[in-house]
Every structure is written in structure tokens, then in C-alpha cells.
Nanobody
Framework: QVQLVESGGGLVQDGGSLRLSCAAS????????MGWFRQAPGKEREFVAA????????YYADSVKGRFTISRDNAKNTVYLQMNSLKPEDTAVYYC?????????????????????WGQGTQVTVSS
């Protein structure tokens, strides 16, 4: 079955950096766009970033643009989220997800209903 396993979360100070990883198995990874979402306590899950199946196009929420970078290594079945200049408001559980559409290169990746598979999440806490 499909498994997505996130890692790399932790506690970091305001202005610090973290790199999240998401290792995928049970699917043909290079056919799927991948996304990162996050959910803070008491808030709805929100879109953070997405990368299309080929890795040639990326999308970001306005709140993280210029600070976060999504990338993928199709040879390793892994997607990454490099997070720089972290702020306390970035504190959340971060989830990776695999698009339910294969080889899709359109521009719509922000709705969580578009994703078929989800990881268990990794906690990111940014202290002020």
C-alpha cells in the first residue's frame, strides 16, 4: 500500500531553518505531483507548497514564498521542504501528500481534496 513518511521536524528558534523530508513507497512516485500542507492548533489544514511530477514547476502559499523551497528526488522517491527564516507562526504539524492525478501539469494544487495519499505528519515548532 502507499506510504508517505515525513521526517525532519523539530524545535527551532525564530529565524532558524529546518529541512523536512517525505519518503514515498507503494506508488510510482515520478508520476505524481507532491504537496506539503500544515495544520496549526485550532486552525484548518492549509496548503504550503507543491511540485509537479517532473520537478520542473513549483507552487507556494503567499505566506511562505521566498522562505520555503520544495524539491524532489525521483530517484529516491523523496520530496523535501527546505524552510528558512522560520517564524513562530510557522508552528504546525506538516504533512506531505500525493496528488490523486497522474502526470498532471496544470496549475491547481492548493486544495487538499486533490490529494489521495497523506503522511502522518511531523511537528515543527518555532520558538520566539
Amino acid at each position: 500500500q502507499v506510504q508517505l513518511v515525513e521526517s525532519g521536524g523539530g524545535l527551532v528558534q525564530d529565524g532558524g531553518s529546518l529541512r523536512l523530508s517525505c519518503a514515498a513507497s507503494g506508488l510510482t512516485f515520478n508520476r505524481y505531483a507532491m504537496g506539503w500542507f500544515r495544520q496549526a492548533p485550532g486552525k484548518e489544514r492549509e496548503f504550503v507548497a507543491a511540485i509537479i511530477w517532473s520537478g520542473t514547476r513549483t507552487y507556494y502559499a503567499d505566506s511562505v514564498k521566498g522562505r520555503f523551497t520544495i524539491s524532489r528526488d525521483n530517484a529516491k522517491n523523496t520530496v523535501y521542504l527546505q524552510m528558512n527564516s522560520l517564524k513562530p507562526e510557522d508552528t504546525a504539524v506538516y504533512y506531505c501528500a500525493a496528488d490523486r492525478r497522474t502526470l498532471y501539469s496544470g496549475g491547481d494544487y492548493s486544495a487538499d481534496a486533490l490529494y489521495a495519499y497523506w503522511g502522518q505528519g511531523t511537528q515543527v515548532t518555532v520558538s520566539s
